[in-house]
């Protein structure tokens, strides 16, 4: 890096630059390197299978989309005296390798996310952002109350800003978009309850806080069945639904929010990920 802002001080410098300067300084070839992080386009997808556990040793296999990276891949085996630490070379679309690690109760591949690659969906928790991403979204209120149902429009346009959003008067979700369900159908909401929150009349369990909907509203995002992110609000009072659908682009990092009824601070967080399919749990 000296080399580098000594041979280009105020003059441009490419990134063929900077491989040069370290391979010069390292002695080493770099063009797989660069041509692989700097030209392609893409990311490494990896999945791991065939998990066997012998004696002390856990061997198991990695694989990876072709075309093939070349990956320095860590692990992690869980065992009673410790996590053991291994790192292996992955520059094929499949590589077995072995693991001493006595006693191991999993095997975890890249479990801190170190590498850049493609994450599995489960790996990622849902969040308002991911309803944002998409162009056009579903709205669905609820099949009664007047009042709800009224102010779900005025929700919709402000949500989408657009003079005409889609709303499904029927109930149902569109199981191929994006949707917006306000107040659904139990059987609807039972398909798209998160694990952390539950729903008991007007009052709504979210990891253990109890939280009265007569005084507060709830939005979270949520995994649908068709593997999209849809949006559920909960809410008793059309007016503060009204004003709502304009509120939520500042929250987009989120997966839950809850709006006092009265204003003040907005409570806000993430749902726990599901476990990776990197993952994987050692029988005994």
Same mark, same amino acid.
């Given at each position: ?15 063929? =630059?900077?491989?040069?300067?370290v391979e010069?300084?390292? @002695?080493?070839?770099? +063009?797989?390197?660069?041509a ?5 386009? @893409?990311?490494?997808t ?7 556990? =012998?004696?002390?040793?856990v061997r198991?296999?990695?694989?990876q989309?072709?075309?093939a990276? =070349? $990956?320095?891949?860590?692990g992690?085996g869980?065992?009673?005296?410790? +996590?053991?630490?291994?790192s292996?070379?992955l ?6 390798y072995?693991?001493t ?8 591949? +890249?479990?801190?996310?170190?590498l ?11 969040t $308002? ?7 056009e979204h ?8 007047g ?15 657009c003079?005409a959003? /889609? ?6 979700? =569109? /199981? @191929?978009?994006?949707?917006?369900l ?12 998160p694990?952390?929150?539950q ?6 369990f979210? +990891? ?5 909907l007569a005084e ?9 069945p068709?593997?999209?992110?849809d949006?559920v ?10 004003? $709502?659908?304009?509120?939520?682009g ?16 907005? /409570?806000?967080?993430?749902w ?5 399919? $990197? ?6």
């Amino acid at each position: 890096l000296r080399a580098v802002y000594r041979d280009f001080r105020g003059r441009p410098a490419a990134w063929s =630059d900077f491989i040069e300067a370290v391979e010069t300084a390292s @002695g080493r070839d770099l +063009d797989a390197f660069a041509a692989q992080w700097l030209s392609r386009v @893409g990311a490494p997808t990896l999945a791991v299978g065939d998990v066997q556990r =012998d004696g002390d040793q856990v061997r198991f296999t990695l694989r990876q989309a072709e075309p093939a990276y =070349d $990956l320095l891949v860590p692990g992690v085996g869980a065992t009673p005296a410790g +996590d053991v630490h291994q790192s292996g070379r992955l520059a094929a679309p499949e590589q077995g390798y072995t693991v001493t690690a006595p006693g191991a109760t999993q095997i975890a591949v +890249d479990p801190d996310n170190d590498l850049f690659r493609h994450r599995d969906p489960t790996e990622i928790e849902p969040t $308002l952002s991911q309803v944002f991403a998409v162009d056009e979204h579903v709205f669905v209120p609820p099949v009664s109350g007047g009042l709800i149902k009224m102010a779900a429009k005025t929700f919709a346009a402000d949500f989408c800003e657009c003079e005409a959003p /889609e709303i499904r008067a029927n109930g149902e979700p =569109d /199981e @191929g978009a994006v949707n917006v369900l306000i107040n659904p159908a139990p059987m609807v909401f039972e398909m798209r309850q998160p694990p952390a929150l539950q729903l008991h009349g007007d009052l709504v369990f979210l +990891d253990g806080r109890r939280i009265d909907l007569a005084e507060h509203d709830v939005v979270f995002a949520v995994a649908a069945p068709s593997g999209t992110t849809d949006l559920v609000v909960l809410t008793r009072n059309a007016g503060r639904l009204q004003g $709502l659908g304009s509120r939520l682009g500042h929250y987009g990092k989120y997966s839950w929010l809850v709006f006092p009824a009265g204003g003040g601070r907005v /409570e806000r967080g993430n749902w726990q990920p599901a476990a990776s399919p $990197l993952t994987v749990v050692l029988g005994p």
